[in-house]
C-alpha cells in the first residue's frame, strides 16, 4: 500500500545551520508532494510543493529536493532560526494532479538551538 | 477573512454519544477535507467534499458522516462515539487558484 515517511523522528540543529528533513514515498505513480510545517496546537501549513516533472524547487529559505529513481525527497531550510521549530509532515498526493487528498509521513519533530 | 473555522476546539464525549464538528470557510473554496490526527502521527483523510452537494470516502471513513449543503460549512458527524475516535480533527480547504490547503486551528475530541 501507500505510505509516505520520514526517516528521522527528532533533528536537532544549531541556529543558523541549514536543517534537512528527509522523507521517503512507496508509490512511484505519485506526481505531487506537498511538505507543511506543523507547530504545537496549531493545524498544518503549507511550506513548499514539488511536481514529479521536476527534482527541485526553491522558496523563501526552504528547498525541497525530489529524487523520483529513489523515491526519495527533502526538506532543505538555510540558517535554522528558533521560529522554524515545529514538527514537518511530507505529504503525498492520491491521484493524478493537486487533489488536496493527501498522505502524511509521521513528521520530524525540529529542534533548534539556540 | 477568517480563513477555516473549527468549533468546538475541545470536546469530551462518553462512549455512544454523537456529535458534530463544525466546519466553515470564508474563501468560497470549492475543495473542503477533513482529517484526523493521532498522537505523533500524520493526518489521515476521512472524508472530502469538491463542492456543494458532493461529499466522498477518504482513507479511515468508518464512524463518521459529513454533509455538504453550502460552499461554506462542510460539518463532521459521529453518530456512536468510540475510543478509537479520540484524536485532533482538522478541517481544510484548497484554494483552486494556487492549489494550496488551507487548515483549521483543530478540533482536539477525547472519547472515555
Known amino acids: 500500500g501507500e505510505s509516505v515517511g520520514l526517516h528521522l523522528p527528532t533533528l536537532s540543529v544549531q541556529e543558523g545551520d541549514n536543517s534537512i528533513i528527509n522523507c521517503a514515498y512507496s508509490?512511484?505513480?505519485?506526481?505531487?508532494f506537498i511538505w507543511y510545517k506543523q507547530e504545537s496546537g496549531k493545524g498544518p501549513q503549507f511550506i513548499i510543493d514539488?511536481?514529479?516533472?521536476?527534482d527541485k524547487r526553491q522558496g523563501q529559505r526552504v528547498t525541497v529536493l525530489l529524487n523520483k529513481t529513489v523515491k526519495h525527497l527533502s526538506l532543505q531550510i538555510a540558517a535554522t532560526q528558533p521560529g522554524d521549530s515545529a514538527v514537518y509532515f511530507c505529504a503525498e498526493n492520491i491521484g493524478s494532479g493537486n487533489t488536496g487528498k493527501l498522505i502524511f509521513g509521521q513528521g520530524t519533530t525540529l529542534q533548534v538551538k539556540p | 477573512n477568517a480563513g477555516v473555522t473549527q468549533t468546538p476546539k475541545f470536546r469530551i464525549l462518553k462512549i455512544g454519544q454523537s456529535m458534530t464538528l463544525q466546519c466553515a470557510q470564508d474563501?468560497?473554496?470549492?475543495?473542503m477535507y477533513w482529517y484526523r490526527q493521532d498522537p505523533g502521527m500524520g493526518l489521515k483523510l476521512i472524508y472530502y467534499?469538491?463542492?456543494?452537494?458532493?461529499?466522498d470516502k477518504g482513507e479511515v471513513p468508518n464512524g463518521y458522516n459529513v454533509s455538504r449543503s453550502t460552499t461554506e460549512d462542510f460539518p463532521l458527524r459521529l453518530e456512536l462515539a468510540a475510543p478509537s475516535q479520540t484524536s485532533v480533527y482538522f478541517c481544510?480547504?484548497?484554494?483552486?487558484?494556487?492549489?494550496?490547503?488551507?487548515f483549521g486551528e483543530g478540533s482536539r475530541l477525547t472519547v472515555l
Open positions: 481544510a480547504s484548497k484554494s483552486s487558484n494556487t492549489g494550496e490547503l488551507f
Open positions: 508509490n512511484s505513480a505519485s506526481d505531487y
Open positions: 474563501m468560497n473554496h470549492n475543495y
Open positions: 467534499s469538491v463542492g456543494a452537494g458532493i461529499t
Open positions: 514539488i511536481r514529479s516533472n521536476m
